[in-house]
């Protein structure tokens, strides 16, 4: 672990209910040789200190004690987390004061397995530490007591009664103005009005979120996130929406346990599933949900039986045109994988006459040795689909060279088309190769493509590691349709909306500005050739409708983005940190005016998923 600077409080409303609890009475105290990976042991303390919790925790988010020792803190402990990489136990006064600034409860950091239970009263010794989930990825910190000394003064107390977190209690603004460094590390904190603040202020404290609603699936962590706040805009089928950077969702909390899975079965829930009941334990905070529930008991399942969509049948006259990010599908991934990835094309979006797919790995996936063919990749694929009762897919793509692309490292992602020459013909035009850049030629209804498949300014810095556009030409019923893949750079390194910095930045943003601005720029020519020519850009441009790379990306209005038809319930593609947000996106010229556009739900809200992203298609009658 890694220390650093922090705090977290609680509200005085609340703090009422709290059960008193002697921490100190006539019983005999009992040493305990603490499992400790976080320094040299302190010793076992013999009775109460000066310090009481909410004087560690303080009323800014640093402790003012942060780095000094402190002896014999009094506490309840209320949980134990015995697994993972952070093991230690929560402990809370009984005895709160009465500013709402400051949290009754604090992490101690054993490193090792604890040997305390809950419901034990103790004293801690110990050096009070600010850890950092991601010191520079702008995490929170967590105010812990690490290198312990701990002494169970008696067991089997009651708990203090947990805080309620609700609608009632949630400020409806996210996060407070920052400090002079950018920070609100050492601004005050104001639990009444910001959010942030709130959850900081119970920072360690037992909290309990009761009958709440399910935001994003179980993962492989074991993790799930729920609406603690019912007036977060809710999506159609269950979840919450991400619908500008102004305005985040405030009732977000992620649901972890303290109990290992092996020892105690987490619920495998969907988005729009309930949490029915109490779920209770301490508030925690990491870096991947930011303010976490680490629950000791959770709430009783109940299963709302999300449905896989389906889209719409298309008239015979209408191209199809689909959009699927596949997650790193390289031949040596499960059949599995590939059978119920083939089965969302055929069934749930009905076997689209051209497919889009982002994340296809070379013929040896992440393996990395030079190797850039994908041909056994999308091979297997296309066996899939047709073993699914699928059509028999042509296909066009370009290797990328050798580690220029970004992605996994080894595995060389790149886009691929997939077309059913029942139905569409590619017209080949040589000339395409990794750092070739594709150009416009002719005018009018002779408009073309210097090379299909060809890729867009391979060689613009705005494309330095990272995923170049694909652009293929197409006819459809005598008719030309260009047609651009892409996978635009990641949201890597980017500061969380939770960050201790505000506003947080959004560093990756700037080479996607780049990129569109390159890309809007081959449209516009395109367009200055053939007014009338019919373009459509999809893929996964990793960012929301609201952004300014998607702004640069329509500039001048050669391209609309057809999220924004949608019902603003149904702009979603991706759920990340409880919110369903757009990354994903089909965009068309001025002349395609018909166009039917859905996003098919069928990954993104459930535990189970092929891909972490849904599919989207259009219907288009050029």
Do not use: C
Request: glycine letters at 10%; proline letters at 7%; charged letters at 20%.
């Amino acid at each position: 672990m890694t220390t650093a600077p922090a705090s977290r409080p609680h509200r005085t409303l609340l703090r009422a209910a709290l059960i008193p609890a002697a921490l100190t009475a006539s019983l005999v105290l009992v040493p305990l040789p603490v499992a400790n990976a976080a320094g040299a042991a302190t010793p076992a303390p013999t009775e109460a200190g000066p310090l009481r919790i909410h004087d560690i925790q303080g009323t800014t988010r640093i402790s003012p004690q942060a780095g000094k020792p402190v002896t014999g803190v009094p506490g309840i402990v209320t949980g134990v987390r015995a697994y993972g990489s952070s093991k230690g136990f929560w402990i809370q006064d009984p005895n709160p004061d009465a500013d709402p600034a400051t949290s009754e409860g604090v992490f101690v950091f054993t490193g090792g397995n604890p040997t305390v239970k809950v419901g034990d009263s103790v004293l801690v010794s110990g050096k009070v530490t600010e850890y950092y989930p991601s010191y520079s990825g702008g995490s929170q910190s967590v105010t812990e007591i690490s290198a312990p000394g701990v002494t169970v003064v008696s067991s089997g107390n009651p708990l203090p009664a947990p805080v309620v977190v609700d609608t009632r209690d949630i400020p409806g603004t996210y996060a407070p103005a920052a400090g002079a460094d950018g920070s609100i590390d050492g601004v005050a904190l104001n639990p009444e009005k910001y959010a942030l603040d709130f959850y900081e202020s119970l920072e360690g404290m037992l909290v309990q979120v009761k009958d709440v609603r399910v935001v994003q699936a179980t993962d492989k962590y074991n993790e799930l996130w729920v609406a603690a706040d019912r007036q977060d805009q809710r999506s159609k089928r269950g979840g919450v929406l991400y619908e500008s950077y102004r305005e985040p969702n405030v009732g977000r909390l992620m649901i972890q346990q303290q109990a290992a899975v092996s020892q105690q079965p987490f619920p495998v829930a969907n988005v729009g599933d309930e949490l029915t009941g109490a779920t209770t334990g301490p508030l925690d905070y990491n870096n991947f949900g930011g303010y976490t529930l680490v629950a000791g008991t959770v709430g009783t399942l109940k299963d709302n039986h999300l449905q896989r969509e389906v889209t719409a049948q298309p008239a015979d006259r209408e191209l199809t045109l689909a959009t699927y990010n596949v997650e790193n599908l390289a031949p040596n991934n499960p059949d599995a994988k590939f059978a119920e990835l083939a089965h969302g094309v055929v069934t749930n979006l009905r076997s689209p006459d051209i497919v889009a797919l982002e994340e296809i790995q070379d013929d040896n996936g992440s393996k990395s040795d030079g190797t850039v063919d994908a041909s056994q990749t999308v091979a297997k694929f296309i066996a899939a689909i047709k073993a699914a009762g699928g059509p028999a897919y042509d296909w066009r793509s370009i290797d990328p060279q050798d580690g220029k692309d970004g992605g996994e490292p080894g595995g060389n992602i790149r886009q691929v088309f997939l077309f059913n020459p029942q139905r569409v013909s590619f017209t080949d035009i040589a000339g395409g190769d990794a750092t070739t850049a594709v150009g416009v030629t002719g005018t009018g209804a002779a408009t073309a493509l210097t090379a299909s498949p060809g890729r867009i300014a391979p060689n613009d810095e705005a494309w330095t590691n990272s995923r170049k556009p694909l652009v293929g030409q197409f006819v459809f019923r005598g008719q030309k349709v260009f047609v651009i893949a892409n996978h635009f750079n990641s949201k890597g390194g980017d500061q969380g909306i939770d960050s201790r910095f505000q506003a947080p930045t959004r560093g990756s943003e700037v080479q996607r500005v780049k990129q569109a601005t390159v890309e809007q720029a081959f449209v516009a020519g395109l367009l200055a050739a053939d007014k009338e020519a019919k373009v459509v850009s999809l893929g996964d441009f990793n960012d929301y409708q609201f952004s300014p790379a998607l702004a640069a990306l329509t500039k001048g209005g050669v391209l609309r983005d057809l999220v924004n038809e949608l019902p603003e319930t149904e702009q979603y593609s991706y759920v990340y940190q409880g919110n369903s947000q757009v990354l994903d996106h089909i965009l068309v010229s001025p002349e395609v005016g018909y166009a039917k556009y859905d996003v098919v739900h069928i990954n993104s809200e459930f535990a189970q998923q092929a891909s972490d992203h849904d599919p989207q298609v259009v219907r288009i009658k050029p």
